[in-house]
């Protein structure tokens, strides 16, 4: 019998444990050209402001050793137009949708999530308050636990969904973070964003990116995410989306095992579009192998070395 | 509604170096080469390298149905393009393809400029075969550095096109940039003009062909993550009506009619 690897986020009924990490599949319609988006666990979309944003100069992208470094700062058409022309192609799909939203105030955060409230077709709402691509708001909110419980607070009074906070690993303690918004009414925490990075070009002596700095993302990253994980779960009782560096189906387990209940994947999709096939098979299988049944069968359960 | 795979393992024919820094690949894939068009492109997975994430787009160069061949031409600029030396006879390349929109190509003849730099030579190459088939008038400049990095000439002058070459230094053909010497050809009679080159030479030849008024498409480049429009990476302004939005590259893209382009491609 295969293995079971149905999931449940803080509420939301998944197929499996995979989702698409906020930013790195737009609104589902470029990935539904390819395949039926229903393969993943959960569909995040890419953050949304009030009202439309133009992004960042290009260029936006740079790869470093293992990873990419990027800064396209919320190019959105705003909340409004992703009601209009995007959650309608969303909702033909059976996926549960987790919106990501995003502001430049903190007050902006629960005016665009009480928006959303009403939208047929939405299991969560994400809250990136991690965004370092952003002037304001973004990693500057994320980075301060009271603020980020403030934030959370107030989006859980605008809206009835389940609210999931994304960290930011800018920081020096994210488990302060995670507590904070866990006592503020999270219902689950995504982690972890993008680091702050930057790269020059030696030759023409300016940096890589128009914006100076950005975000890394990709393989280099994942040790981090991974050690992150691992706090935060042992800190906080609500689920945890792992986020940072998943390229095949062994770093999904590896997040599971650290205590994440889903796992994203971003930057693998854009080297691959179809790899998310490839780590739910590799995930079932790794299951089957080891005669288990659940994903809780794994879940945080690494193997400590024991305390003389 | 039909999903699209664009996945294809494609074997090399040959990689072959064609100037000082740029190579010429050819690939054999059944399906491809049925589909793709000129100046859209294809997006190359570096194979065994953990440490380069993103795939590298190329526009595809000449394509042959009949032979399931397809070629790209690159520029050895970095890791991955440098990785790319490597590649022998009947290794596989693993890429996604056909990616973005291409040239329009009359279906009847025309009077036709055709105005390449650099890379941006290859792409059309494809051009020059399918005006060739509609009997098409060609006249093509080509800008380069120096004679050392002269290629592709030969290419064009198969299908009958009148050919000029532009060297920097003045060491092959005209002296100068195609920019310098494309008022003497422009007096005639075209009606249609394809560009693909550095945005240097774009952005010096767009005034001109402004100014003479006729059909250009220009192919772009632009540093890309995904290739597919997912990411946001690549993005220009373009205008659409009154109101001017941004437009992804590799999607919308990398083909743009001149007069869409808003921005600094512009001038």
Known sequence: MKPDLTTNLCGIKMSNPVVTASGTSGYGKELSQFYDIGVFGAFTVKSMTIEKREGNPTPRIAECTGGILNSIGIQSQGVRHFIQKDLPLLRQYKVPVIVSIAGLSVDEYPRVATILDQEEGISAIEVNISCP??????????????????????????????????????VTDITAIAQSVETCGADAVALINTLGGMAIDIQTRKPKLANIIGGLSGPAIKPIGIKMVWQVYQTVQIPIIGIGGVMTWEDAIEYILAGATAVGVGTALFQDPWVVFDIIEGISEYLEKNGLNRLDDIRGKIKLPETP | MEKIDLRHSASVVSNIRICTDHYRLVLQEDSLPNVILPGQF???RIDNREDLILRRP???ALVKPEKSLFEIVYRVVGKGTSAMTDLQPDDVVDLLGPLGKGFRIPEKATNCLLLGGGCGIAPLWGVADKLYRVNSKMTVMLGFKSSAMVFGEDVFRAYDADTFITTDDGSYGLKGFVSEHLEKVMDQQIDRAYVCGPTPMIRAVTPILKQANVACEISLEAYMGCGFGVCLSCVISVRNGEAIEKQRVCTEGPVFRLEDIAEDHET
């Open chain 1, 133 to 170: 691509n952003l002037e304001a708001g973004g990693c500057s909110f994320g980075g301060d636990p009271e603020i980020s419980g403030r934030i959370i607070r107030a989006v859980k009074s605008a809206t009835n969904l389940p609210v999931i906070a994304k960290l930011t690993p800018n």
């Open chain 2, 42 to 44: 294809v997006n190359i």
């Open chain 2, 58 to 60: 190329f526009s595809v």
